[in-house]
């Protein structure tokens, strides 16, 4: 099945190839955890974001737990500030 | 050592200008800028004076770093009672003027008196006259630049002026220099046009007192280790946009929701993909004095845009919309036209006003004309429902010319929704509009909103990491107040906040700072003490001025009415239980009064 994955700020940099501006779409088997769709995202280790499920923030301690469904939007937010 | 060592004096009531010796003993205390502005304010005044009348004094202060090749260097701070707060006003740009008016000679501008017709100050080196400034009153911004030009034919003359709307007394009135950058928040804009000040324009040829070779390889070194340059180039400050609409913590629509369904319109994609026209907003970027980012948006509005269309003189390339713009004239009035909002704020630079509390103030107007307390008779005839961009734009140059409705909304949202019968409808600390983070989904933000010594603002502690990592209000008390010192520190450096903790960490902050002055201040241990001691001045300021705990508080909306949706979703900000802890943090009583220990341990007489 397809996530739909948007990057924002400098993460999008990593989407793969042929991404849009910000967003891509990541096909995962059924029953994937969220952990595993993150996998598929090459963001480097070093490089801390916020996860985003349907609107609601996502706790790191729970990646393994979520499993995804069809439909499903993911956003990865990066850590900045200011204005 | 890059001080001048030198301060000019300016005042208006007599006319004249007289150079005299910084205080270093003082600058070794409070450091520049910001800080040390403060101190000369502190000394020299009477917090409880008018901050329209001309016993109040109007300070520009440069940093040691600024105008020297450190990234971010072009930084200085207006200084005074503000206009719109009442409180102390240390309001920060960017732009060129910093570092000319350090390459005049100066460190440091103290303005006082007032003058009995519109005048000018022109700096050039040594030489600095007061002159007759009757064929510019009246005029923008950008018309007072382009004939000062024109006048000295001298293209690397800097400025830093008023608008109509520091000239008519719009209480959040700025100072903006080189025509997009301004010195935005608190009203300082007001008092320079109460002193009848329109601009000063400023060239120097002395240059930046010369370290020795060593020390600019240290710090191209520093420069060089800045991370995400590129990053932070790409977005600039708009890349919040998604973050703070994911998270659920966007004012909407006067804070009434967390979340904007419109913000997809006015993020960075919205500002790079072309429109159905092929018009793209953004030009290109735009840089400060010696910054190695160049966050600034330089944008266009499409010409065929109702805002601009047949009015060739907006259709040009100018400052676009950054995040704080963004959700001021944009998320919160509810308008998600991209043109429109930087239509709006192309006025507020033109005029010279804050667009943050423009943004909010036409907000608080929009939700009093939408629960009935004003009607289109008092608007004259602007329909101004939450979302439609024509009113915005109509509003924001009636503002600027204070005609009008545009008298009320140029009062400020404090005064407005008082006027209206309905205070509460004022998202304000201290009678300054909120930034663009809502303090019940983000509750350390709302901690310093309500203790921020120049009312509501995103930019005097740091607490955003925290926040985005969890509601609970554990810690956050710490995080403010310890935040609060190390930005009060970097703010009198003459440094850039926006790379803190993405690009630079507070251990490059010390070591340019240690390059540029004597002593030793690789030492972050007195970088805190130093912005400690900076923030416990402004907060004694502000007591002598009359404002006390009862002013450190949020709207009632924030206190009492959850956050609708979002990771805050059903919180409101428990302010009243960090405000104790954070009081004691600080070495303050339980009224919120900084102790007599701790003055003394801070070397505060």
Redesign the interface.
């Known amino acids: 099945m397809d996530i739909s994955v948007t990057l924002?700020?400098?993460l999008r940099?990593y989407l793969p190839a042929g991404s849009s501006?910000?967003k891509c779409s990541i096909d995962v088997d059924e029953g994937s955890s969220l952990a595993a769709l993150l996998q598929k995202i090459p963001v480097p280790s070093d490089k801390p974001y916020?996860v985003?499920l349907n609107?609601?923030?996502v706790a790191g301690d729970q990646f393994d737990e979520i499993t995804l469904r069809g439909n499903d939007q993911v956003?990865l937010?990066?850590?900045?500030?200011?204005? | 050592m890059t001080w001048q060592q030198k301060i000019l004096r300016v005042d208006l009531s007599t006319a004249s200008c007289d150079i005299e010796p910084l205080n270093m003993e003082w600058a070794n205390a409070y450091l520049g800028s910001r800080g040390l502005g403060s101190k000369y304010l502190y000394e020299e005044m009477d917090p409880a004076v008018d901050a329209l009348s001309a016993e109040n004094k109007i300070i520009f202060a440069t940093g040691p770093l600024t105008g020297t090749m450190a990234s971010t260097s072009g930084r200085y701070t207006v200084v005074t009672k503000g206009a719109l707060t009442g409180a102390i006003a240390c309001s920060n740009s960017g732009g060129k003027f910093g570092g000319e008016l350090k390459n005049a000679g100066y460190d440091m501008l103290i303005i006082e008196g007032k003058s009995d017709k519109p005048v000018y100050l022109h700096i050039e080196n040594d030489r600095a006259e007061i002159l007759d400034a009757g064929d510019i009153w009246g005029k923008t911004v950008w018309e007072t630049e382009d004939i000062l030009a024109a006048k000295y034919d001298d293209p690397l003359m800097r400025f830093a002026g008023i608008g109509q709307a520091g000239e008519s007394g719009c209480r959040y009135a700025c100072v903006v220099n080189d025509k997009h950058r301004a010195a935005g928040r608190s009203g300082v804009g007001a008092v320079m046009g109460s002193k009848n000040l329109k601009t000063i324009a400023v060239r120097g040829s002395v240059g930046t007192p010369a370290a020795s070779r060593e020390v600019y390889r240290k710090i191209n070194e520093i420069n060089a280790r800045m991370n995400d340059r590129e990053g932070m180039a790409r977005d600039g400050t708009l890349a919040m946009m998604d973050v703070t609409n994911g998270f659920g913590s966007l004012p909407t629509r006067n804070n009434r929701s967390v979340r904007f369904e419109g913000a997809n319109k006015l993020n960075p994609e919205a500002m790079h993909t072309p429109n159905a026209n092929g018009h793209t907003n953004i030009v290109q970027n735009g840089a400060c004095f010696g910054c190695t980012i160049g966050c600034g948006r330089i944008c266009k509005i499409d010409p065929a845009h109702f805002s601009v269309k047949d009015r060739p003189e907006y259709q040009g390339a100018s400052g676009g919309l950054e995040y704080e713009t963004a959700y001021a004239l944009g998320s919160a009035c509810g308008v998600d036209d991209i043109d429109a909002a930087t239509f709006a704020g192309f006025i507020c630079n033109e005029y010279g006003m804050d667009p943050i509390s423009l943004g909010g103030s036409i907000a608080a107007a929009m939700e009093l004309y939408d629960i009935g307390a004003i009607d289109a008779t008092t608007t004259g005839g602007i329909k101004l429902d939450f979302g439609n961009a024509e009113a915005l734009c109509q509003i924001a140059e009636l503002v600027g010319k204070g005609e009008g409705f545009g008298a009320d909304v140029a009062m400020g949202s404090k005064r407005l929704c008082e006027k209206y019968g309905h205070p509460d409808l004022s998202m304000t600390v201290k009678g300054q509009e909120f930034a663009a983070y809502d303090g019940r989904s983000m509750q350390g933000m709302g901690l310093a909103y309500a203790t921020s010594n120049r009312g509501a603002c995103h930019l005097r502690a740091d607490p955003y990491g925290h926040d985005f990592e969890t509601t609970e209000i554990e810690g956050k008390a710490q995080v403010v107040a310890e935040t609060q010192r190390l930005v009060a520190f970097m703010d009198s450096s003459g440094l850039c906040l926006f790379p803190s903790g993405c690009g630079w960490g507070t251990e490059d902050y010390c070591e340019l700072v240690d390059l540029v002055c004597e002593g030793d201040w690789n030492n972050e241990a007195r970088m805190v003490e130093t912005g400690e001691r900076i923030w416990n001045l402004e907060k004694l300021f502000n007591l002598k001025a009359g404002l006390d705990k009862k002013d450190d508080t949020l709207p009632r909306r924030i206190l009492e009415e959850p956050a609708d949706v979002g990771t805050g979703k059903g919180l409101v900000c428990r302010l009243d239980e960090m405000l104790p802890e954070y009081y004691a943090i600080n070495g303050w009583d339980e009224q919120g009064v900084p102790t007599r220990d701790t003055l003394s341990r801070l070397g505060i007489d």
Do not use: C, S
């Open positions: 924002f700020g400098g940099h501006f910000n916020m985003i609107d609601e923030k956003v937010l990066p850590p900045i500030k200011g204005g």
